[in-house]
């Protein structure tokens, strides 16, 4: 089992940045694929960023590439994701998502994760 806790949100004005951090606990995350999700108000849960168990692959939404960054500290058990550039749009409730040990590559499909954070808000301002 994995317990994901995310933390770093807020509210920030447009063209401000925030690192969002997801903590791990249990089995961890260092051999485990990672993503990053978000959810708008009214609408679905969005693939933002993902990173494969190896590290090695990293990939991005259309909508926040060039602005975003995933990584991983696998001596801390967390993954970051470095939002910068913020606009009012990326405003959403932030999640962190792991795969089973299984996986090797990542998914955009929220259905395909089984681990889930409690989200953090993350509101930008214009």
């Known amino acids: 089992q994995v317990q994901l806790v995310e933390s770093g949100g807020g509210l920030v004005q447009a063209g401000g940045s925030l690192r969002l951090s997801c903590a791990a606990s249990?089995?961890?995350?260092?051999?485990?694929?990672m993503a990053w999700f978000r959810q708008a108000p009214g609408k679905g849960r969005e693939f933002v960023a993902g990173l494969s168990r190896s590290g090695g692959s990293i990939t991005y939404a259309d909508s926040v590439q060039g602005r975003f960054t995933i990584s991983r500290d696998n001596a801390k058990n967390t993954v970051y994701l470095q939002m910068n550039s913020l606009k009012p749009e990326d405003t959403a409730v932030y999640y962190c998502?792991?795969?089973?040990?299984?996986?090797?590559?990542?998914?955009?499909?929220?259905?395909?994760?089984?681990?889930w954070g409690q989200g953090t808000q993350v509101t930008v301002s214009s």
């Open positions: 998502a792991g795969r089973n040990l299984a996986y090797v590559v990542f998914s955009r499909s929220s259905s395909d994760y089984n681990y």
């Open positions: 249990g089995h961890g995350i260092s051999s485990r694929v």
